[in-house]
């Protein structure tokens, strides 16, 4: 169904089952549909509703509101529009930061939160340095100014998002799916570009005032990680720590993709 989240912006939405309400929030290069082992098993005792983010799917792909607040907006009002004023939610690497950042503006409404594989806005550029940032070269093509990214994406779409699908995978994607995402991202350059974008500015911006101010999650948070290891040198469970004083930190012998990968230990922590 497509429910309308602003303004000429409806977001494309799937709702199985019925009971309290979690929201899951895929992330890139994906659509809701990398949600759809742990939907189908959450289904039995929740109300899941899984959105396409503005910008990806087939979500609407405005040229703007691609900040995580404006995200986040969304997202609440895709859950009031379904007759939830409060609700579970997890996301997971872009869907994740939507998460986190609904977490900081609406305490009130999100009563646990999960996020699955991905640091805060901050810490990620803040770690990103030396020879191990070239594992986040994507990152710093869609900061920089519109124009030469999209380009460049759009040049060669299949192999830039594929090449994320397999080297983040430990487990290859039955085909129809990759293609489903492929299709997806294809069509969808210059929003996803414009998210990324967004998390070397405006987000930096909003995520710098809530550490000033001393803002934190104040619902319970779990979070889980794949086994980075000490190859990228940092404390990931540290570095979520200080956001999210109501901590369970989980890591998972998967590949980045975890829902599909290893939706097992997903659906086990949510229900938990």
């Known amino acids: 169904m497509k429910i309308p989240v602003a303004d000429g912006v409806e977001l494309n939405v799937t709702v199985q089952g019925s009971g309290s309400p979690i929201v899951l929030l895929h992330g890139f290069p994906q659509t809701h549909?990398?949600?759809?082992?742990?939907?189908?098993?959450?289904?039995?005792?929740?109300?899941?509703?899984?959105?396409?983010?503005?910008?990806?799917?087939?979500?609407d792909k405005p040229d703007h509101?691609?900040?995580?607040?404006?995200?986040?907006?969304?997202?609440?009002?895709?859950?009031?529009h379904l007759g939830f004023e409060k609700f579970?939610?997890?996301?997971?690497?872009?869907?994740?930061?939507?998460?986190?950042?609904?977490?900081l503006d609406h305490p009130g409404k999100i009563t646990r939160?999960?996020?699955?594989d991905v640091l805060p806005t901050l810490d990620m550029w803040d770690v990103m340095h030396g020879a191990t940032a070239a594992v986040g070269f994507h990152l710093f093509l869609m900061a920089q100014p519109p124009?030469?990214?999209?380009?460049?994406?759009?040049?060669?779409?299949?192999?830039?998002?594929?090449?994320?699908?397999?080297?983040?995978?430990?487990?290859?994607?039955?085909?129809?799916?990759?293609?489903?995402?492929?299709?997806?991202?294809?069509?969808?350059?210059?929003?996803?570009v414009a998210d990324y974008r967004a998390s070397a500015t405006v987000d930096i911006e909003q995520d710098t005032e809530d550490l000033r101010a001393g803002n934190q999650l104040r619902m319970p948070v779990t979070v889980m990680q794949q086994d980075w290891g000490s190859v990228l040198g940092f404390d990931a469970k540290a570095l979520w720590r200080k956001w999210a004083p109501d901590l369970t930190h989980i890591t998972v012998t998967s590949g980045h993709f975890m829902a599909e990968e290893a939706p097992a230990e997903v659906i086990k922590a949510l229900r938990a």
């Not at 742990?38 to 979500?59: E, F, K, Q, W």
């Not at 509101?65 to 009031?80: H, I, L, N, P």
Request: glycine share 8%; net charge negative; charged share 25%.
């Open 33 to 59: 549909l990398m949600w759809r082992h742990v939907a189908a098993d959450l289904a039995a005792d929740h109300t899941v509703i899984c959105p396409d983010l503005r910008g990806y799917g087939d979500s």
């Open 65 to 80: 509101g691609y900040d995580k607040r404006t995200m986040a907006q969304d997202v609440v009002e895709v859950a009031r």
């Open 88 to 103: 579970a939610l997890a996301g997971h690497d872009r869907g994740a930061l939507v998460a986190f950042r609904a977490g």
């Open 113 to 116: 939160l999960t996020i699955l």
């Open 147 to 192: 124009g030469l990214p999209e380009k460049l994406i759009s040049a060669a779409p299949d192999d830039f998002f594929g090449y994320f699908l397999d080297i983040w995978s430990r487990t290859p994607f039955d085909q129809d799916v990759r293609a489903a995402y492929l299709e997806a991202s294809r069509n969808a350059v210059p929003s996803i």
